[in-house]
């Protein structure tokens, strides 16, 4: 049984850090790309980053140069570093597998998805 399980948010103040978490089970998370979406109060899912199975990485202009993804295959895991948050990044962070095609993570071509984790971001 496949499963995505994310961690590691919470309520941080402007221009702090997380770090999220994505366990996967059930797979070999080393063959997939995984990707990181969010989706804010009355806003539609959208892809963060992702990283293709090569290793190769992808970030939405909005967060480029303050996220870093990265993946432990050896723990099944990818994480999601976040540096100067802001207050429109707050939103629920999934992660899910799937392909990650040339102009980043779509929602559609992404098959299993994790619960979430809550990241808010306020003074």
């Known amino acids: 049984q496949v499963q995505l399980v994310e961690s590691g948010g919470g309520l941080v103040q402007p221009g702090g850090s997380l770090r999220l978490s994505c366990v996967g089970s059930g797979f070999i998370l080393d063959y997939y790309d995984i990707g990181w979406f969010r989706q804010g109060p009355g806003k539609e899912r959208e892809g963060v980053s992702c990283i293709r199975s090569n290793g190769h990485t992808y970030y939405a202009d909005s967060v480029k140069g303050r996220f870093t993804i990265s993946r432990d295959n050896a723990k099944s895991t990818v994480y999601l570093q976040m540096f100067s948050l802001k207050p429109e990044d707050t939103a629920r962070y999934y992660c899910?597998?799937?392909?990650?095609?040339?102009?980043?993570?779509?929602?559609?071509?992404?098959?299993?998805w994790g619960q979430g984790t809550q990241v808010t971001v306020s003074s």
């Open positions: 899910a597998k799937g392909v990650c095609g040339v102009r980043g993570p779509k929602p559609d071509e992404f098959d299993s």
